[in-house]
């Protein structure tokens, strides 16, 4: 009878506390070439490709790295003018970190106006929270591989799970 009891009250907590599992990713764009102007073979859509073929979803971040350029965030219609006169963020660091903090499009140019002319820019569309949930087991190779994964997990959750359960075990056996 007492096992009973505390097999019940077991479950019962466990179900009740939620521990949700948050994934975050920093995408490199560009893989290893980075972000640079695309070779004059590679078609003018190289980077929003590159883009298509990832899941992004509000936490992850873009890491740019280049040498000599500059990449902004602009709105959609300085995206297709390559306008780089009204950024919305500025980095010419050589190696950017940007967070997707937000679900919708995003919209990458290089800072240098032949660059962007030349393919050097990318949208990016960030799922809303809904569609990012069945996110698992959809990356592919490549974005498993070019991804640094963060596995976040609430520390004080798992300490009052890790804590039930040594409890109920205890008073179990």
């Not at 599992?21 to 929003?48: C, D, K, R």
């Not at 140019?109 to 087991?137: D, L």
């Amino acid at each position: 009878m007492v096992s009973t009891t505390a097999l019940l009250l077991l479950l019962t907590i466990l179900s009740s506390l939620h521990l949700p599992t948050v994934f975050s990713f920093e995408f490199q764009v560009g893989e290893i070439e980075g972000w640079v102007v695309p070779h004059s073979n590679a078609t003018t859509l190289y980077y929003n490709h590159w883009a298509s073929e990832k899941r992004f979803q509000i936490g992850d971040s873009l890491r740019f790295r280049y040498k000599k350029d500059s990449v902004m965030v602009v709105d959609e219609v300085d995206y297709k003018k390559c306008n780089s006169t009204h950024p919305i963020f500025f980095s010419n660091t050589g190696n950017t970190v940007y967070q997707l903090d937000e679900s919708g499009p995003y919209y990458f140019i290089s800072g240098v106006a032949e660059h962007c002319h030349k393919g050097q820019k990318m949208i990016v569309k960030v799922m809303t929270p809904e569609a990012s949930s069945s996110r698992s087991g959809s990356t592919s190779s490549s974005t498993s591989a070019s991804s640094a994964a963060t596995l976040s997990l609430g520390a004080s959750k798992l300490l009052l799970f890790q804590f039930v359960l040594s409890t109920v075990a205890a008073y179990l056996f």
